[in-house]
């Protein structure tokens, strides 16, 4: 399994429309093949910090997640809205031995 995680700083003004548009981002991505999970979360702390955690079954399904042109065009409006660059942390997960 991948898991990736990612967070993003919105600016004072943005962060309605990020929140929109990375609501928008979920729901369309755990319709793709091989997504187990995807959310997007604020922060308590830091209410314009977005989090996200995501679940793929494997490299080939995170690797066609990156690929989609949807994906591409949030990763580009999310990065011209934030007020430092966002953070991806792609971790790959061994599964547990029965």
Excluded: N
């Excluded at 004072?12 to 091989?34: C, F, K, N, Q, T």
């Excluded at 995501?54 to 995170?62: L, Y």
């Amino acid at each position: 399994m991948i898991i990736v995680t990612g967070s993003v700083l919105a600016e004072p003004d943005s962060l309605a429309e990020m929140l929109r548009i990375s609501i928008e981002h979920v729901h369309r991505s755990r319709a793709e093949p091989g997504c187990l999970d995807h959310g997007v979360y604020q922060s308590a702390e830091d209410p314009h910090r977005l989090f996200f955690y995501e679940q793929w079954a494997d490299q080939a399904a995170i690797d066609a997640h990156f690929q989609v042109p949807e994906s591409i065009a949030f990763a580009k409006a999310l990065g011209q809205m934030s007020a430092e660059r966002a953070s991806i942390e792609i971790l790959t997960v061994a599964d547990e031995a029965s």
